[in-house]
């Protein structure tokens, strides 16, 4: 079932009426489901099972402490983007030896922070990284393990913004580059190089992409091992697209059509088979599909405004607390939290910031709502909470983990004097 579904015309968090929710803890909100977070983390493991791998968290898609702790209870280990994400995943209960650092900009107290922490693992994108991780691994006395990030120049598809493994991206090496780099470590003794990596993108919504990077990958390895380079582990990152468009359906909404994306079982049918062959152990960095339908922004329209152009519904929350609409552009599914027959309009939904393109949605059909009425943007679980701001002095909303019938507030609202 949905994390997030109608019942009696009333949207219900699992087993959480949301309208309820809404007026107890105040708008805007983040509401996360806990029972979908825990089934997606297993959807990945019983499509790796019987394969070695090593399964990773990208921290950076929800950093909620609380979320992090559900999905290490699920035995999954952390992919962390910074020294704050280390110490986060650390904090939530994450093995240090479960715990992988990527980034194209590690700085050096970062990286001491890891090392000290046990973090041994990184994924390592330039030369001078290299040389960075190798100088302090020697001066602490202990070894890193080392994934080289390959650049493969793959079209993923997707907002550009997102795209991570084209040639003029900033991310990863040519291979050339990581072969020299290799074959240069085998005199490094403070790194211990492990294998190859790629992250082609996110949001990536077709499974060639995948079966593209793992071919080539596995062509890469071979060369490699001709060079007397041995590869064991191969890090196939994140990206597995969610579905966005048409999330929920209810005879009273006008949403348009599920937009379907393959499954992880269907993905992994295609891509584990031919890093088998290479005899190396599979890992994976998933981020969004973990986290992104278990969650949805609750804001409260504050008023309605007609003008000779368009209809607005302006609401309580913002660009600040959910970017993805105004950065990427992106669809996010919007729907009343008490759903009546009503007449459908086209509006807009926009936030309080002093910029036009704050918005969440353009041109919508959507029920008339009225000042006051609650509406929830779904699939907000990914990269919602982790890109709000303080743009015009707004406080950052709350966060609640509904699990069953139970919704705890996970974080507080931010306060005025937080603002100081
Ligand atoms: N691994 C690496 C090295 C990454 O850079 C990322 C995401 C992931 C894993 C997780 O990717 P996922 O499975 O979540 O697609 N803010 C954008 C998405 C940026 C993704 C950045 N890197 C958005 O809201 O769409």
């Given at each position: 079932?949905?994390?997030?579904?109608?019942?009696?015309?009333?949207?219900?968090?699992?087993?959480?009426?949301?309208?309820?929710?809404?007026?107890?803890?105040?708008?805007?909100?983040?509401?996360?489901?806990?029972?979908s977070?825990?089934?997606?983390?297993?959807?990945?493991?019983?499509?790796?099972?019987?394969?070695?791998?090593?399964?990773?968290y990208?921290?950076?898609?929800?950093?909620?402490?609380?979320?992090?702790?559900?999905?290490?209870?699920?035995?999954?280990?952390?992919?962390v983007?910074?020294?704050?994400e280390?110490?986060?995943?650390?904090?939530?209960?994450?093995?240090?030896?479960?715990?992988?650092?990527?980034?194209?900009?590690?700085?050096?107290?970062?990286?001491?922070?890891?090392?000290?922490?046990?973090?041994?693992?990184?994924?390592?994108?330039?030369?001078?990284?290299?040389?960075?991780?190798?100088?302090?691994?020697?001066?602490?006395?202990?070894?890193?393990?080392?994934?080289?990030?390959?650049?493969?120049?793959?079209?993923?598809?997707?907002?550009?913004?997102?795209?991570?493994?084209?040639?003029?991206?900033?991310?990863?090496?040519?291979?050339?580059?990581?072969?020299?780099?290799?074959?240069?470590?085998?005199?490094?003794?403070?790194?211990?190089?492990?294998?190859?990596?790629?992250?082609?993108?996110?949001?990536?919504?077709?499974?060639?992409?995948?079966?593209?990077?793992?071919?080539?990958?596995?062509?890469?390895?071979?060369?490699?091992?001709?060079?007397?380079?041995?590869?064991?582990?191969?890090?196939?990152?994140?990206?597995?697209?969610?579905?966005?468009?048409?999330?929920?359906?209810?005879?009273?909404?006008?949403?348009?059509?599920?937009?379907?994306?393959?499954?992880?079982?269907?993905?992994?049918?295609?891509?584990?088979?031919?890093?088998?062959?290479?005899?190396?152990?599979?890992?994976?960095?998933?981020?969004?599909?973990?986290?992104?339908?278990?969650?949805?922004?609750?804001?409260?329209?504050?008023?309605?405004?007609?003008?000779?152009?368009?209809?607005?519904?302006?609401?309580?929350?913002?660009?600040?607390?959910?970017?993805?609409?105004?950065?990427?552009?992106?669809?996010?599914?919007?729907?009343?939290?008490?759903?009546?027959?009503?007449?459908?309009?086209?509006?807009?939904?926009?936030?309080p910031c002093?910029?036009?393109?704050?918005?969440?949605?353009?041109?919508?059909?959507?029920?008339?709502l009225?000042?006051?009425?609650?509406?929830?943007v779904l699939?907000?679980?990914?990269?919602?909470?982790?890109?709000?701001?303080?743009?015009?002095?707004?406080?950052?909303?709350?966060?609640?983990?509904?699990?069953?019938?139970?919704?705890?507030?996970v974080?507080?609202?931010?306060?005025?004097?937080?603002?100081?």
């Amino acid at each position: 079932m949905r994390p997030f579904h109608f019942l009696h015309d009333e949207l219900y968090c699992e087993d959480v009426a949301l309208a309820e929710l809404a007026e107890r803890v105040g708008t805007p909100l983040y509401v996360y489901s806990a029972r979908s977070i825990r089934d997606r983390c297993r959807a990945f493991k019983s499509a790796l099972e019987g394969y070695d791998h090593h399964l990773t968290y990208a921290v950076k898609a929800n950093a909620n402490l609380e979320v992090l702790r559900v999905i290490a209870a699920e035995q999954l280990g952390a992919d962390v983007a910074s020294k704050g994400e280390a110490f986060l995943a650390l904090s939530a209960g994450f093995a240090p030896e479960s715990i992988s650092f990527s980034g194209v900009g590690k700085r050096a107290d970062e990286i001491l922070f890891a090392l000290k922490n046990n973090i041994r693992r990184f994924y390592v994108e330039s030369e001078q990284e290299w040389d960075a991780l190798s100088e302090i691994a020697r001066q602490l006395g202990v070894r890193a393990r080392v994934l080289l990030r390959l650049n493969l120049d793959i079209d993923a598809g997707g907002h550009d913004y997102i795209s991570t493994g084209k040639k003029h991206d900033k991310f990863g090496l040519a291979p050339d580059r990581a072969l020299a780099l290799a074959v240069r470590g085998e005199h490094s003794p403070p790194i211990d190089f492990r294998g190859l990596h790629v992250h082609i993108g996110s949001q990536i919504t077709s499974v060639e992409p995948f079966v593209e990077a793992a071919e080539k990958l596995s062509e890469i390895v071979e060369h490699f091992r001709r060079r007397s380079i041995p590869v064991h582990d191969l890090d196939i990152g994140g990206g597995f697209g969610v579905v966005y468009e048409g999330f929920l359906q209810h005879p009273l909404l006008d949403e348009p059509k599920t937009k379907s994306v393959p499954e992880i079982a269907t993905i992994l049918e295609r891509i584990l088979p031919i890093v088998r062959a290479t005899g190396c152990k599979i890992a994976l960095q998933p981020g969004r599909a973990i986290v992104a339908e278990a969650g949805a922004l609750v804001s409260k329209v504050l008023y309605r405004k007609e003008t000779d152009a368009k209809t607005f519904l302006i609401v309580d929350g913002g660009m600040n607390d959910l970017l993805r609409p105004s950065l990427y552009r992106a669809y996010h599914q919007i729907v009343p939290l008490k759903i009546a027959r009503r007449a459908l309009e086209t509006v807009d939904v926009v936030g309080p910031c002093c910029e036009s393109g704050d918005f969440f949605a353009l041109d919508r059909r959507l029920p008339r709502l009225d000042r006051g009425d609650a509406l929830a943007v779904l699939c907000a679980g990914a990269y919602g909470f982790v890109l709000s701001s303080n743009y015009n002095a707004q406080l950052r909303p709350a966060e609640v983990l509904v699990d069953g019938a139970k919704a705890a507030c996970v974080r507080e609202r931010d306060r005025l004097e937080e603002l100081l």
